[in-house]
């Protein structure tokens, strides 16, 4: 299971420039938070995370919707408003074909302007010409790109589009439509409906399991933050600034490779670099405070690094493409904190977040709904208001 608190220490770095560690940062986090009651936290969520029918009819149906199976429907031959349509296109500009403007066999969903199977939409009018024509027809028409669009040459441009209608198709978007032929054709790994809706019942269950996971852990969290369970007054300055020299650094090789430098390009942005720093240091010190507190626990319950921490640290150097974790912990060091004591950190903390997890209590209660919730007599007036000019 992904961990949000790793992704809050790491702030998002990729990578960072190795700079040698001089005098060691040392600290107890013991000293620096007085640890309330931990063990057997209260915690409240109103999500639903129980089995039930309808739950899974919809992740099925949206699982099969994902998977963009569209068959040709020969019975159709003229495309209307709401059709799924295969086509080729070619967009010119004055005559002349235009980079990224022509495309083949790309199934279109003209009731919402955008790819079917991507589900990304077209620009403005991009579909809307199709409506009335016929299967085997080549249709050109003349659409305007919008004034901001990302090319310049294009941007606020008329340019032609011509396409070939090839078919129109039926969606297969529902477990009614699925047969085992199409099951064994177009889904991988899978023969017939009953071992793909069964396979899509345990992934099901399974995403239950891990949104009841991750909703304690950022529970959690919010109550470490909200000061529940013990208060850091003060993050040590050198702790803080190691924090964010590793960010700079990360920032710093990434500008690097574009031939500039951070500084350079916050100023050219239009951004105060001083004022990045500081809103930088004030955010990285509340995450700061969390690890802090993560660490007095880990502490007090003798979390120490044990036989899973190799798998911990391998999995993050491959997703970093790293060729072994003394490349990563290199890149990871700054001053007085060098990058295997950062990662030992930093499993130790998500040991003791698993240990909250493990050991808190967990109420339930039902998202209010919509209609139970109060409305204010200004907020009538207004609602009043709306509806009469609407009128």
């Known amino acids: 299971m992904k961990k949000k608190l790793f992704t809050v220490l790491l702030c998002g770095a990729l990578a960072v420039s190795a700079v040698a560690c001089k005098k060691e940062i040392k600290y107890k986090a013991s000293d620096l938070v007085e640890l309330g009651q931990y063990k057997g936290m209260e915690i409240t969520l109103n999500n639903n995370y129980e089995y039930t029918e309808e739950g899974f009819d919809a992740f099925v149906e949206n699982s099969i919707q994902q998977l963009g199976i569209f068959i040709p429907?020969?019975?159709?031959?003229?495309?209307?408003?709401?059709?799924?349509?295969?086509?080729?296109?070619?967009?010119?500009?004055?005559?002349?074909?235009?980079?990224?403007?022509?495309?083949?066999?790309?199934?279109?969903?003209?009731?919402?302007?955008?790819?079917?199977?991507?589900?990304?939409?077209?620009?403005?009018?991009?579909?809307?010409?199709?409506?009335?024509?016929?299967?085997?027809?080549?249709?050109?028409?003349?659409?305007?790109?919008?004034?901001?669009?990302?090319?310049?040459?294009?941007?606020?441009?008329?340019?032609?589009?011509?396409?070939?209608?090839?078919?129109?198709?039926?969606?297969?978007?529902?477990?009614?439509?699925?047969?085992?032929?199409?099951v064994a054709e177009k889904i991988p790994d899978y023969t017939t409906v009953d071992e793909y809706l069964a396979a899509l019942e345990e992934k099901y269950k399974d995403n239950l399991e891990t949104a009841l996971e991750s909703d304690k852990e950022t529970a959690i969290l919010n109550s470490i933050s909200n000061g529940n369970i013990g208060t850091v007054e003060k993050v040590p300055e050198d702790l803080l600034q190691a924090r964010v020299d590793m960010i700079i650094n990360m920032q710093e090789k990434q500008y690097e490779a574009m031939g500039t430098t951070m500084e350079e390009y916050a100023t050219s942005a239009g951004y105060d670099y001083e004022e990045t720093i500081a809103t930088l240091k004030k955010n990285l010190e509340e995450s700061t405070k969390t690890e802090i507190i993560l660490e007095a626990i880990a502490d007090a319950e003798n979390i120490q690094i044990d036989d899973g921490y190799k798998e911990f640290v391998k999995n993050i150097y491959t997703q970093m493409k790293y060729n072994n974790a003394e490349e990563l912990y290199s890149d990871f060091s700054v001053e007085g904190y060098d990058g295997r004591r950062y990662f030992e950190l930093a499993y130790r903390t998500e040991k003791a977040l698993d240990y909250l997890v493990e050991n808190c209590v967990v109420s339930f209660e039902e998202p209010p709904l919509v209609e139970d919730v109060e409305v204010t007599d200004d907020e009538a007036v207004q609602e009043d208001a709306t509806e009469e000019s609407a009128e």
């Open 73 to 182: 429907d020969d019975s159709l031959t003229t495309v209307e408003e709401d059709s799924i349509v295969n086509v080729d296109y070619v967009g010119s500009k004055d005559g002349v074909a235009f980079d990224g403007g022509s495309a083949e066999d790309q199934m279109i969903d003209i009731a919402n302007n955008s790819s079917a199977t991507q589900k990304t939409g077209y620009i403005a009018g991009f579909t809307a010409g199709l409506v009335g024509h016929e299967v085997g027809e080549e249709v050109a028409y003349e659409v305007t790109f919008p004034e901001q669009y990302n090319s310049p040459d294009l941007a606020g441009q008329t340019v032609v589009f011509t396409f070939q209608i090839n078919y129109i198709a039926n969606a297969i978007d529902s477990k009614d439509k699925l047969t085992d032929d199409l």
